[in-house]
């Protein structure tokens, strides 16, 4: 029911930065957690960060991040769009991977890729040194 679709990913140096977007079709955001996962090859499944899209007017509210982008990324979503948006700044190397956004329902983010249920395909991210 839900379709999520990202873009935003592209070729930047390190040190540089980029902006992610998800855009979701089907479904508002208004009662749904959104998160940013990532994954390089020959790497797992890697939790980014979630934002819940509930019932306050926050449009998105209660972020929470992955240790390894804390101070560097920052997720944010609009929901007159449905749209949920990944800001990267101070990018690394080791940040290279696709970049897809997932959905779940709920109030309180998870960074168990299991338990969100819908699920974009991705956006290359690269980083060059």
């Known amino acids: 029911q839900v379709q999520l679709v990202e873009s935003g990913g592209g070729l930047v140096q390190a040190g540089g930065s980029l902006r992610l977007s998800c855009a979701a079709s089907?479904?508002?955001?208004?009662?749904?957690?959104m998160g940013w996962f990532r994954q390089a090859p020959g790497k797992e499944r890697e939790f980014v960060a979630a934002?819940?899209?509930?019932?306050?007017?926050?449009?998105?509210?209660?972020?929470y991040y992955a240790d390894s982008v804390k101070g560097r990324f920052t997720i944010s979503a609009d929901n007159a769009v449905n749209t949920v948006y990944l800001h990267m700044n101070s990018l690394k190397p080791e940040d290279t991977a696709v970049y897809a956004c997932?959905?779940?329902?709920?109030?309180?983010?998870?960074?168990?890729?299991?338990?969100?249920?819908?699920w974009g395909r991705g956006t290359q991210v690269t980083v060059s040194s």
């Open positions: 089907g479904r508002t955001f208004s009662s749904y957690i």
């Open positions: 997932a959905a779940r329902r709920g109030v309180m983010p998870t960074r168990r890729a299991t338990e969100y249920d819908y």
């Open positions: 934002i819940t899209l509930a019932t306050s007017t926050w449009s998105g509210t209660r972020p």
